[in-house]
């Protein structure tokens, strides 16, 4: 079983096989679906997992506003840990968390995931990333959504100066915020869209509640985190991982009975590839919510959860349907006006932009 750690506990060589196996599937291995390489076929799903060939938003979208966007995107994860795993010949490699509520400085410091040995450095006069192994002249965003030609990776990690354009983040999640999203209850409620309360999806998600949880990472970052080809940045994954993490806190929560996923099969009114036997799009078959919904049968664990019960602890690793292409030809075309696909919640607008303690 793979073993999720936090990233301000990585060793070096824990980062070093980390960064080059990204990439490796960035340079080193084809694309699935007709594009330059591995690693940019997770940005193109990414992106079109949010937006319509005419750049209007997908509704409901496979992976965001809705139920899914738990199950969907560790079902991403996985798959991605598994090429990582392929590219670098280790089946104990694993992709790591970003905790944001503990490690929240933009500067190089020590748990920082922004050294130049892991994530990298911003120019200071700009928000081009110019220290590390993603720097500019190295890593190349080739899937970008129309009206975006720069190729460079950008971040403002909360700086306001280069937070120029929608809404945007001076903080990061604290952990009240966090605290306080686990106790929502349960997973998801009708209207199964953004601002479904009590959910704790939308509270994670960022629609509704202090803190404006996942949205607020990637306004924090800002640059490349901001349009649905968010994935151009590894950090990316990292807060993902996070989110994961989360989730998998409040189906098991300390004490209490496990939570579980709704909507369930035949819910009427929930958005098709949500329900919980549902296909999840754009793979379809076997990748169904139920699929991912349960992390340990998926074969790993995060580095700060009990043990792993004795019929989950299995020698050898369950057969989660990874994905070897998508039936989807990828040739869209995006409009301009929509590039920011992230907000605060109302309770965020409300305080001035701030993740109230709370």
Same mark, same amino acid.
């Given at each position: 079983?793979?073993?999720?750690?936090?990233?301000?506990?990585? #060793?070096?060589?824990?980062? #070093?096989?980390?960064?080059?196996? %990204? !990439?490796?599937?960035?340079?080193?291995?084809?694309?699935?679906? &007709?594009?330059?390489?591995?690693?940019?076929?997770?940005?193109?799903?990414?992106?079109?997992?949010?937006?319509?060939?005419?750049?209007? /938003?997908?509704?409901?979208?496979?992976?965001?506003?809705?139920?899914?966007?738990?199950?969907?995107?560790?079902?991403?994860?996985?798959?991605?840990? !598994?090429? *990582?795993?392929?590219?670098?010949? /280790?089946?104990? !490699?694993?992709?790591?968390?970003?905790?944001?509520?503990?490690?929240?400085?933009?500067?190089?410091?020590?748990?920082?995931?922004?050294?130049?040995?892991?994530? &990298?450095?911003? /120019?200071?006069?700009?928000?081009?990333?110019?220290?590390?192994?993603?720097?500019?002249?190295?890593?190349?965003?080739?899937?970008?959504?129309?009206?975006?030609?720069?190729?460079?990776?950008?971040?403002?990690?909360?700086?306001?100066?280069?937070?120029?354009?929608?809404?945007?983040?001076? #903080?990061?999640?604290?952990?009240?915020?966090?605290? +306080?999203?686990? !106790?929502?209850?349960?997973?998801?409620?009708?209207?199964?869209?953004?601002?479904?309360?009590?959910? @704790?999806?939308?509270?994670?998600?960022?629609?509704?509640?202090?803190?404006?949880? $996942? +949205?607020?990472?990637? *306004?924090?970052?800002? &640059?490349?985190?901001?349009?649905?080809?968010?994935? +151009?940045?590894?950090?990316?994954?990292?807060?993902?991982? +996070?989110?994961?993490?989360?989730?998998?806190?409040?189906?098991?929560?300390?004490?209490?009975?496990?939570?579980?996923?709704?909507?369930?099969?035949?819910?009427? =009114?929930?958005?098709? =590839? $949500?329900?919980?036997?549902?296909?999840?799009?754009?793979?379809?078959?076997?990748? #169904? %919510?139920?699929?991912?919904?349960?992390?340990?049968?998926?074969?790993?664990?995060?580095?700060?959860?009990?043990?792993?019960?004795?019929? *989950?602890?299995?020698?050898?690793? *369950?057969?989660?349907?990874?994905?070897?292409?998508?039936?989807?030809?990828?040739? $869209?075309? $995006?409009?301009?006006?929509?590039? @920011?696909?992230?907000?605060?919640?109302?309770?965020?607008?409300?305080?001035?932009?701030?993740?109230?303690?709370?």
């Amino acid at each position: 079983m793979n073993v999720r750690k936090n990233q301000a506990s990585l #060793t070096t060589g824990e980062k #070093t096989a980390f960064v080059n196996a %990204v !990439l490796k599937l960035k340079t080193t291995v084809p694309s699935q679906i &007709g594009l330059t390489n591995r690693y940019d076929d997770y940005v193109q799903i990414h992106m079109d997992s949010m937006m319509l060939p005419d750049g209007s /938003d997908r509704v409901p979208g496979w992976a965001h506003r809705g139920p899914a966007f738990g199950p969907w995107h560790r079902a991403l994860l996985r798959n991605l840990e !598994l090429d *990582l795993q392929d590219a670098a010949g /280790d089946p104990n !490699l694993s992709l790591p968390y970003w905790d944001w509520t503990v490690n929240q400085s933009p500067d190089a410091v020590v748990g920082s995931p922004w050294t130049d040995d892991f994530m &990298g450095q911003m /120019d200071p006069t700009t928000d081009v990333v110019k220290t590390g192994p993603f720097r500019q002249g190295v890593w190349v965003l080739n899937v970008r959504q129309m009206g975006i030609s720069d190729t460079m990776l950008r971040r403002a990690l909360g700086r306001s100066v280069f937070q120029t354009t929608g809404t945007t983040a001076a #903080t990061l999640p604290t952990p009240t915020n966090v605290g +306080n999203a686990l !106790l929502e209850t349960p997973y998801d409620s009708p209207a199964w869209s953004v601002g479904a309360a009590p959910s @704790f999806r939308d509270r994670i998600e960022g629609w509704h509640g202090p803190g404006s949880i $996942h +949205n607020r990472v990637h *306004l924090w970052v800002g &640059g490349s985190m901001l349009p649905s080809t968010s994935p +151009n940045d590894p950090i990316f994954f990292l807060h993902h991982c +996070n989110i994961d993490r989360l989730w998998a806190q409040w189906q098991h929560p300390s004490g209490l009975p496990s939570r579980n996923y709704v909507p369930i099969a035949g819910t009427v =009114g929930a958005p098709d =590839g $949500h329900r919980l036997t549902d296909a999840m799009k754009p793979w379809g078959g076997a990748v #169904t %919510v139920q699929s991912a919904t349960d992390h340990h049968a998926m074969q790993y664990k995060y580095d700060d959860e009990p043990g792993v019960p004795h019929p *989950l602890a299995l020698p050898h690793r *369950l057969a989660f349907p990874k994905w070897q292409h998508v039936p989807q030809k990828y040739e $869209h075309q $995006h409009h301009p006006m929509q590039m @920011f696909m992230f907000d605060l919640s109302p309770e965020d607008k409300a305080a001035g932009g701030h993740a109230r303690n709370q």
